[in-house]
T-cell receptor, first 113, second 114 residues
Framework: DAGITQSPRYKITETGRQVTLMCHQTWSHSYMFWYRQDLGHGLRLIYY???????DKGEVPDGYVVSRSKTENFPLTLESATRSQTSVYFC????????????FGAGSRLTVL | GENVEQHPSTLSVQEGDSAVIKCTYS??????FPWYKQELGKGPQLIIDIRSNVGEKKDQRIAVTLNKTAKHFSLHITETQPEDSAVYFCAASITADSWGKLQFGAGTQVVVTP
């Protein structure tokens, strides 16, 4: 199916465990992003990527790692999950061709116990 | 860095009435201002956007206005319908032409009652 898909949609883990959230887009968009959504904060940018093998930090990058070996995939890894990382995570992409319209995935709800 | 404030946090309107949500931003370099609608359990969806070289934009029942001097922009929904009930987010580009790097407001929960 065309679009942007995230997996898993729901995840419960324990403090200290490693978790990877997957993001896949079928549009060959250059730019991909990870945002987290918390009540009262709207969405905050964690990391972004302008192209394969190019990534950069956003507003709240601590505790997260990203990679982008292929244009279509942009996984987000929590190397040692903490309770403060309990959140809803959204992946997004844009073509970057003069319009920076973001298209979001459906989100991954992560609970860290 | 950019800071976006959004008001009100909740808004209850009667079906058919208008709804207005207001946002302010801090960085004068911001030049792109989208509005997103988020329904329960879904990702945010773009409903309208405006660039800094335009003062107003309209799409059917939805309009956005931008005042660059005062650094504020507003979303106007006319003739509200129950399906307009959702959380609405304003956003501003972190820098000029920042390709999807956005600073979001905290959101407005809109409830349209029949």
């Amino acid at each position: 199916d065309a679009g942007i898909t995230q997996s898993p949609r729901y995840k419960i883990t324990e403090t200290g465990r490693q978790v990877t959230l997957m993001c896949h887009q079928t549009w060959s968009h250059s730019y991909m992003f990870w945002y987290r959504q918390d009540l009262g904060h709207g969405l905050r940018l964690i990391y972004y990527s302008a192209a394969a093998d190019i990534t950069d930090k956003g507003e709240v990058p601590d505790g997260y790692v990203v990679s982008r070996s292929k244009t279509e995939n942009f996984p987000l890894t929590l190397e040692s999950a903490t309770r403060s990382q309990t959140s809803v995570y959204f992946c997004a992409s844009t073509g970057g061709t003069g319009a920076n319209v973001l298209t979001f995935g459906a989100g991954s709800r992560l609970t860290v116990l | 860095g950019e800071n976006v404030e959004q008001h009100p946090s909740t808004l209850s309107v009667q079906e058919g009435d208008s709804a207005v949500i207001k946002c302010t931003y801090s960085d004068s370099a911001s030049n792109y201002f989208p509005w997103y609608k988020q329904e329960l359990g879904k990702g945010p969806q773009l409903i309208i956007d405006i660039r800094s070289n335009v003062g107003e934009k309209k799409d059917q029942r939805i309009a956005v206005t931008l005042n660059k001097t005062a650094k504020h922009f507003s979303l106007h929904i006319t003739e509200t319908q129950p399906e307009d009930s959702a959380v609405y987010f304003c956003a501003a580009s972190i820098t000029a032409d920042s390709w999807g790097k956005l600073q979001f407001g905290a959101g407005t929960q809109v409830v349209v009652t029949p």
